[in-house]
């Protein structure tokens, strides 16, 4: 049976609208009809069901690019052993699936609309079971990390430093999923803020979320000593040998993969220039500044800029971070590395490719910022 990436598209186009009340319809469905999977999940779903459309919406969308949707799948299938999932268990999901798809894509299922899911699903799961049985035994589901630092840099971003167990493989730009003993089976993830350390130490910037659970409990309630769990390393955003000089361009927390990207190039030894703009709403919201600074100071090729928003009285750039890039020189020859809130984004994705940036040149991610 062989992949139908258009009839795919073409579906999941109607449900892409509705995408709330179809992952509703698809926990539900799953959970009826196998209520021992519900004990696998958390007790609130509304993390859990945004998480379920976006991975979906991702994978969908790549379908027509057979490697990056295998690594992204591959990520995916090593870092579901954590909640316990079995081989068996992708049957259950595939039911729950295309019941939703013919559900709310009623007005163009067909027979062919079906086989399109079904071959394109099979090749999604298996691609996830096979990275799973090939992590067995040769990586751990999760790995306990000591917290050995803990600074509170404002009242509600944290910078922790934790010591893992034994080594993580990961890529600068990455992120992780992590539990905290408070809240079992409740994994959010947070971006590794550090290129890796030979002490297997990890940094992670956390922001605390107004209401959310992990979020705040690492910011409020973590202390030297508590040991937290985390996932295998998951995410794209990982630096490339182009050769060309650098544009980084991080909005809040978002500083944090861009940060581990920038020391990479440090350990790496090469000369790259590089330019990393840190947009914040407040001057007290550059939380990472002293140690930006730091950096900047010790290598001359890396220029430093901090922008505030919301602040008309700061004695430096000010405005949207995005906005603010566009003063400088053209970046079309640069590789360009974006990490923040959805919407600044996309708004400095956009900038860029206008202003001639090809754009296989720009690497993005949104903050991990959650609940």
Known sequence: MSLNPRLVKESFALVEPVASKAAAYFYGRLF?????????????????????????????????????M???????????RKYGVLPEHYTAIGNALLATVRRFAA?????????????????????????????????????????????????????ITLRLAQEMPYLPGQYVTVQTPRWPRV?????????????HTVRLHVRAISGGWVSTTLVQHTRIGDTLTLGPPIGTMVPTDSGRDLLCVAGGTGLAPIKAIVEHVIA?????????????RTARELYDLTDLTRMEEGFPWLRVIPVVSDEPGYDGMRGRVAEAMERFHSWADHDAYVCGPPAMVCETVQRLVRGGMPPANIHRDVTHDEP
């Open 187 to 199: 994994w959010r993830t947070f971006s590794i803020a550090n290129a890796p350390r030979p002490d």
């Open 32 to 68: 009826a009809e196998n209520p021992h999977l519900r004990a696998m999940f958390p007790p609130a779903m509304d993390v859990q069901r945004d998480r379920l459309f976006g991975a979906l919406t991702r994978i969908v969308w790549s379908l027509d690019s057979p490697d990056g």
């Open 107 to 159: 007005e163009v299922w067909d027979s062919e609309v079906e086989a399109a899911w079904v071959s394109a699903y099979t090749a999604a799961a298996n691609l996830m079971i096979e990275a799973a049985e090939a992590a067995s035994g040769v990586s751990p589901a999760w790995w306990p990390a000591e917290v050995i630092d803990h600074e509170r840099r404002t009242p509600d971003i944290a910078v």
């Open 268 to 280: 790496s030894g090469r000369r790259r220039n590089v330019h990393l703009l840190h947009g914040a």
């Open 70 to 80: 295998a690594s992204f799948l591959g990520q995916l299938g090593r870092d579901h």
